[in-house]
């Protein structure tokens, strides 16, 4: 069966992560890392254009080179993009294990302890959508579809009630009149939206509708 795993929110403020390759997919993953305000270190011995550039002003450390156990010093987090290495792939999971680092190795959920979902992002807003691993790419499209509702203006609102709450929280002693002045900024908030299916899955109804008819 498939594990639907156990969704958190890490803290990676200021530690220490890897990341293993130089490619699109290290590229994606390390600007997740640093979002999160991480300390990134790429290991590689080409990046994409954009890792250079970041390396150059500093966003993060990179080793010209090909990934060494010693890189793993004190590391919490690694995230591993190369797919041409399975035998790399395999010792990474048995070191994750034996010193109890976080790894995701990119497409490789059985060498992984931590899978990445898809995440729409809007302002403040982070909305993490898993398939548990059986459908990344749906997960994409469910991660397209939120990111066309939750809209510009949405980040814009988000940060109006991050601000109402702060202002609140600040200038009001009573509790219950807190909470209340707190809920007024959420009241009659509404998320509405329809799902439209492939015509694959809609020839597959129909032909089991036809079925059970006869």
Request: glycine share 12%.
């Amino acid at each position: 069966m498939s594990n639907p795993g156990y969704q958190i929110t890490l803290d990676l403020t200021d530690r220490p992560c890897l990341v293993i390759g130089g490619g699109e997919n290290a590229e994606e993953r390390t600007g997740r890392l640093l979002e999160a305000r991480a300390g990134v270190t790429v290991v590689s011995p080409g990046l994409t254009p954009g890792l250079e550039r970041l390396a150059s002003e500093g966003g993060v450390v990179h080793r010209r080179r090909r990934f060494e156990e010693g890189d793993l010093e004190g590391v919490f987090l690694v995230m591993h993009t190369v797919l041409s290495d399975p035998a790399l792939s395999r010792r990474l999971f048995d070191l994750s294990l034996e010193r109890g680092f976080l790894l995701n190795a990119h497409d490789q959920p059985d060498l992984s302890n931590f899978i990445m979902p898809a995440l729409a992002r809007r302002g403040l807003l982070r909305v993490a959508v898993s398939t548990s691993g059986e459908g990344p790419g749906v997960a994409g499209r469910v991660r397209e579809g939120l990111e066309a509702v939750f809209d510009e203006e949405f980040g814009a609102y988000l940060d109006w009630v991050a601000g109402q709450r702060r202002r609140v929280r600040a200038e009001e002693p009573d509790p219950e009149r807190r909470l209340r002045r707190i809920r007024e900024t959420t009241e009659g908030l509404r998320i509405e939206g329809k799902v439209q299916y492939p015509e694959a899955w809609k020839e597959r109804k129909r032909r089991s509708g036809e079925a059970e008819k006869r």
